[in-house]
């Protein structure tokens, strides 16, 4: 080492043979965060001090069955996801359809006994209660359409970044038609 290395304190990387099970970990829990394996290479080889080549990154990368446990994990991932989300839309769908439903029958009831001051009155509670299940049958179409666009994204988009990026505007779309 130069004297001037030494005065900056700096050592220059090792150049192993044996890599420890700590820089293993270290570089797959790097590539499951979506960095390459030049990158894993770098960031390994900055935070151990050490040389690793990207060579060594795409060994173990296919040694480890890197790619098929990124991606088993990333689907199981996602059907948490949608299963949880479907079951919350499944439950708003099933009480926005009660509610429709118990405005119809007031409405046939009330209809049928005259119990409304006006028989447009009992007319318009009907005309709404059944566009309401109309409007909730039509959502739940429009929810297995996006079911299977979200199927077909997954399988086709392997960038994780722009997967992340496609399910957050699809949720915020889908949140932001709920509210309307």
């Not at 900056?8 to 150049?15: I, W």
């Not at 909730?136 to 929810?143: A, H, K, P, T, Y």
Request: charged content about 30%; proline content about 1%; aromatic content about 6%.
């Amino acid at each position: 080492m130069s004297q001037s290395q030494e005065e900056a304190g700096s050592q220059l990387p090792v150049l192993v043979n044996v890599y420890t099970e700590e820089m293993k970990l270290e570089a797959f829990d790097l590539f499951m965060k979506g960095l390459s394996a030049p990158k894993v290479a770098h960031q390994i080889s900055n935070r151990f001090n050490i040389v690793c080549k990207t060579s060594t990154i795409s060994k173990w990368k296919d040694e480890g069955q890197w790619v098929i446990r990124r991606d088993e994990v990333r689907s199981q991932s996602y059907s948490l996801l949608e299963k949880e989300e479907k079951k919350r839309l499944v439950a708003m769908n099933r009480e926005h359809a009660r509610t429709y439903q118990a405005i119809t029958e007031r409405a046939l009831g009330d209809f049928e006994n005259l119990h409304f001051d006006e028989a447009k009155d009992a007319v318009r509670a009907l005309h709404t209660g059944i566009q309401g299940e109309r409007e909730v049958i039509s959502g739940l179409i429009n929810l297995q359409f996006v079911e299977d666009v979200v199927n077909v994204l997954r399988e086709e988009v392997l960038d994780e970044e722009t997967l992340k990026r496609i399910a957050f505007r699809l949720k915020r779309l889908l949140s932001d038609n709920l509210r309307d």
